[in-house]
């Protein structure tokens, strides 16, 4: 979730110490941060909404948003850490020969300080103020709240698909790799094995899972092979698996209305005797 939302999680903490006493904030200063306060709190939200829908069904309007935002929520954390560190720093160095005169310019000179960085402060404030006020106004222009509410109806094609129907003989250099695989899910008797394909897209990741489970799918009673999405029909794959597992038996599974809790149930039963290979593939 960091990545959508930025800085704003470490930001929100961070303005309400702003607003603390020993600060000193002018009067100005401190409604401006109650009210970069408040919107920050709605961007927050408004991004949050945009981190749960699938970047490639997200509108460009919105992309270009969530980007200004998170940007902006870096360069405001990096000016209120800026004012913080001054205003809590070290006393400034004055020469002082150890008197009432020399203590005395000592303290004036730290004064002169934090009140010329409160002031600095006070008017950085009102710089991103303004900032983020464009930015929510664009927010407003774009409709933001109603795309997030509503994404695109069409369905996103898994890019993964066409991996799944490639006919083995016509690969190239799959041998090597698809017998080391066999070789480590082979070790250790019937024992539950997990073994991870990691890497960027377009390398050949589902095509050699696909090829290891053609080769080792006959040794078992049952096999299944699902692709689970990063926001999966997670009643929709528990289905597929039912009807990979037994085509006759499971015909028409997908017209049944059965729950996640009522498949998973079925799922148990059914494998509980039943020697079974399972491959899942996720993005």
Same mark, same amino acid.
């Given at each position: 979730m960091e990545v959508v939302t930025g800085a704003i999680g470490s930001l929100l903490p961070k303005l309400g110490e702003l607003l603390k006493e020993e600060y000193k904030l002018q009067k100005g200063a401190k409604k401006d941060v109650q009210s970069l &306060?408040?919107? *920050? =709190?709605?961007? $927050? +939200? +408004? !991004? %949050?909404? =945009?981190?749960q829908i699938p970047r490639e069904q997200l509108d460009e309007q919105v992309k !270009?948003? +969530?980007?200004? =935002?998170r940007e902006l929520s870096y360069v405001?954390?990096? &000016?209120?850490? &800026?004012f913080l560190v001054r205003v809590e720093g070290s006393e400034p160095e004055v020469n002082s020969d150890g008197s009432a005169f020399g203590a005395l310019m000592k303290k004036m000179v730290k004064l002169f300080d934090? %009140? /010329? &960085?409160?002031?600095?402060? +006070?008017?950085?404030? /009102?710089?991103? /103020?303004?900032? =983020? $006020?464009? *930015?929510? $106004?664009?927010?407003?222009?774009?409709k933001i709240d109603d795309i997030v509410a509503s994404p695109p109806s069409s369905t996103t094609i898994d890019p993964r698909l066409s991996a799944l129907y490639n006919k083995i003989t016509d690969l190239v250099g799959i041998d090597e790799p698809r017998e080391e695989l066999i070789k480590r899910l082979a070790e250790g008797g019937d024992a539950i094995k997990v073994v991870s394909l990691a890497g960027f897209g377009g390398l050949g990741k589902t095509t050699l899972a696909k090829a290891v489970y053609e080769s080792l799918r006959a040794q078992f009673d049952c096999a299944a092979f699902v692709s689970v999405s990063q926001n999966p029909d997670i009643t929709r794959v528990f289905k597929k698996m039912l009807h990979q597992l037994d085509h006759k038996k499971y015909a028409h599974i997908n017209e049944a209305s059965w729950d996640e809790t009522q498949l998973i149930d079925e799922l148990r039963e059914f494998l509980r005797t039943k020697r079974f290979c399972q491959y899942t593939l996720s993005n």
């Open positions: &306060t408040r919107e *920050v =709190v709605s961007m $927050q +939200a +408004a !991004l %949050g909404k =945009v981190g !270009l948003w +969530a980007g200004e =935002v405001m954390e990096d &000016t209120i850490d &800026t934090k %009140g /010329k &960085t409160r002031h600095q402060i +006070a008017d950085a404030i /009102k710089d991103i /103020k303004d900032r =983020v $006020q464009e *930015v929510a $106004q664009r927010r407003s222009n774009y």
